[in-house]
């Protein structure tokens, strides 16, 4: 089984920036769609940026433009750089696998059923 270890949370103003990290275990990185979800509380959780085999990537609309997704193949890590936060940007953000897609990744959390532990970004006004 895939596991993902998250880090670089933490607490910000609005209109600061974030770098998530995640590290995914097992020589299967650079094979499948990873990406990172977000759950807010009392909110569902949603994908916000994804990334596949040949790093093309997908982006919810909601952080368009403000956050990139990158990878490096050679340190099996997952990036999230995160620009201009909001504090609608609020929210528990996790890494997440899904071992079925390749080259097109899906937008929908339920295609993600591997996740990690999660790490916390709060934005204040």
């Known amino acids: 089984a895939v596991q993902l270890v998250e880090s670089g949370g933490g607490s910000v103003e609005s209109g600061g920036s974030l770098t998530l990290s995640c590290v995914v275990s097992g020589d299967t990185f650079d094979k499948f769609c990873i990406g990172w979800l977000r759950q807010a509380p009392g909110k569902e959780r949603e994908v916000v940026a994804a990334i596949a085999k040949d790093d093309s990537t997908k982006y919810t609309d909601a952080i368009q433009g403000r956050f990139t997704i990158s990878k490096d193949n050679a340190k099996n890590t997952l990036y999230l750089q995160m620009d201009k936060l909001k504090p609608e940007d609020t929210a528990m953000y996790y890494c997440?696998?899904?071992?079925?897609?390749?080259?097109?990744?899906?937008?929908?959390?339920?295609?993600?059923?591997?996740w990690g532990q999660g790490t916390q970004v709060t934005v204040s006004s």
């Open positions: 997440a696998a899904d071992l079925r897609r390749t080259w097109i990744c899906s937008l929908r959390s339920a295609d993600f059923p591997y």
